[in-house]
């Protein structure tokens, strides 16, 4: 009697411990598509930028600087904030291209 108590009772925590380690193994895939995944495509999206910005372009800093690049040397670009004020920032200061001025003016003339 008492073997079949403990065969039942081992049956039933084996089925609930298969369970959790199905939680525990789906916490680390969980994280992989929530965090890790979008995080790598956002640095992908953002060096493929810096990589494609050229004089000419109108940016913007982390800091919320908006400016021209004038030059490129390395890892470092000048960007023209003002007329005759220039500065250097690292290549990885750079978020993005501004948004185009024309666009916005050109659609709020339709």
Do not use: K
Request: aromatic share 6%.
């Amino acid at each position: 009697m008492t073997a079949l108590i403990t065969l039942l009772a081992q049956e039933s925590n084996s089925g609930a411990a298969a369970v959790q380690f199905v939680i525990l193994l789906m916490v680390p895939v969980a994280l992989y598509f929530l965090m890790i995944r979008p995080q790598r495509r956002r640095m992908r999206e953002t060096a493929a930028l810096q990589a494609s910005l050229t004089v000419g372009d109108e940016v913007i800093t982390n800091s919320g600087i908006y400016g021209f690049i004038t030059a490129v040397e390395d890892d470092l670009f000048w960007l023209e904030v003002d007329e005759d004020v220039q500065m250097r920032v690292a290549r990885a200061a750079i978020q993005g291209r501004a948004p185009s001025t024309r666009t916005a003016e050109e659609s709020d003339d339709s």
